[in-house]
């Protein structure tokens, strides 16, 4: 199947991009290659999936929100599928700058949706986020929860999901919406919690908690959005609807902070300041109708998968710390 991916180059479109390729799939990767962080681990991701692919893979450097170079990517590589991860990521980023968030993830979803239209693709799989529940009223919390998101990035990406809506409802475009909790593991992006509290306890330096370190996440392992992502290639069960692709449990943020602390071995302790704004306090994902629908179970649970990304950072270090120090 000749299948997009938006944001190929990033953290998760890139291993969505890279298991589709070694299924024998043909992909196409739109990236504009933003250095909303160093763009280095994009062109590590965009030679992986070279090496992987072959002749079956092809690189357009351009932006989702150019409507006439998607147009062109989507029919003269005769894409049936897409998946769009391209995305302008960060709540904290999006209250300094909400305007680019906007014409990112609603513009640019709007000119695939329309481009899907024009050449009658199977389906599009739209990245949503967790961020579109703001505070919440229970846990895990289903996708029948009220949304009330707390950031200009969590408003784009509840107005994304009802472009998809639509566009599944008015035209002939088949369209699912999964969102993700966040989502960890090897070639993350490099400004994530997770990597700066590994990065610190390698140096010696004590990880650094923004509040009471009491807030709770609901990490989700890459492996596990992946397989989420590729369910869609086999089913219409979803078509239409969103889904929760969470995990089965939550951590605290001081509880992590300490496991990473074990981990490495580091002799250190941790460091607590100001909360930051827009943060949610708790996130946990209940995924039952993404098991219902499409056969989702999250194999990977949070200790397993930070000693994962841990080893993964050790055996990389050399090139993936300056990274993580510039982001």
């Not at 909400?98 to 709007?110: A, D, F, S, V």
């Not at 009220?146 to 969590?154: A, R």
């Not at 109708?289 to 999250?298: C, F, Q, T």
Request: with cysteine; glycine share 8%; hydrophobic share 35%.
């Amino acid at each position: 199947m000749n299948v997009l991916v938006t944001g190929g180059a990033g953290f998760i479109g890139s291993h969505i991009a890279h298991r589709l390729l070694a299924e024998g799939h043909r992909v196409v990767v739109l990236d504009v290659l933003d250095p909303y962080y160093n763009t280095a681990i994009k062109e590590r991701n965009l030679e992986r999936c070279r090496a992987e692919g072959g002749d079956r893979f092809t690189f357009v450097e351009g932006s989702i929100t150019d409507e006439a170079l998607v147009r062109e990517v989507v029919s003269s590589n005769d894409i049936e599928f897409a998946y769009h991860q391209a995305a302008q990521a960060g709540v904290r980023t999006s209250v300094e700058n909400p305007k680019k968030p906007h014409e990112i993830n609603t513009g640019g979803l709007l000119n695939l949706l329309i481009a899907a239209d024009e050449h009658g693709l199977e389906r599009v799989v739209n990245a949503s986020s967790s961020s579109v529940y703001g505070e919440v009223d229970y846990l895990p919390y289903d996708e029948d929860h009220q949304n009330v998101p707390q950031s200009p990035y969590g408003v784009t990406k509840l107005t994304a999901e009802h472009y998809c809506r639509v566009w599944d409802d008015l035209y002939d475009v088949n369209t699912v919406s999964l969102r993700y909790f966040t989502v960890y593991g090897p070639r993350m992006r490099p400004n994530m919690a997770i990597t700066n509290f590994t990065s610190r306890c390698l140096n010696g330096h004590p990880p650094v908690i923004y509040g009471d370190g009491q807030q709770t996440r609901d990490f989700t392992y890459i492996d596990d959005v992946v397989d989420a992502n590729l369910s869609l290639l086999e089913t219409d069960a979803a078509d239409g609807t969103v889904m929760n692709i969470g995990s089965t449990g939550t951590i605290t943020i001081q509880a992590l902070a300490e496991h990473v602390i074990e981990q490495t071995g580091a002799d250190v302790g941790i460091e607590y300041t100001e909360p930051k704004e827009a943060d949610a306090r708790h996130t946990h994902a209940d995924v039952s109708k993404a098991s219902d629908l499409i056969g989702y179970e999250p194999s990977t649970a949070i200790r397993e998968g930070v000693g994962q990304f841990v080893d993964w950072y050790r055996a990389n270090r050399e090139w993936y710390e300056p990274l993580v120090l510039d982001s």
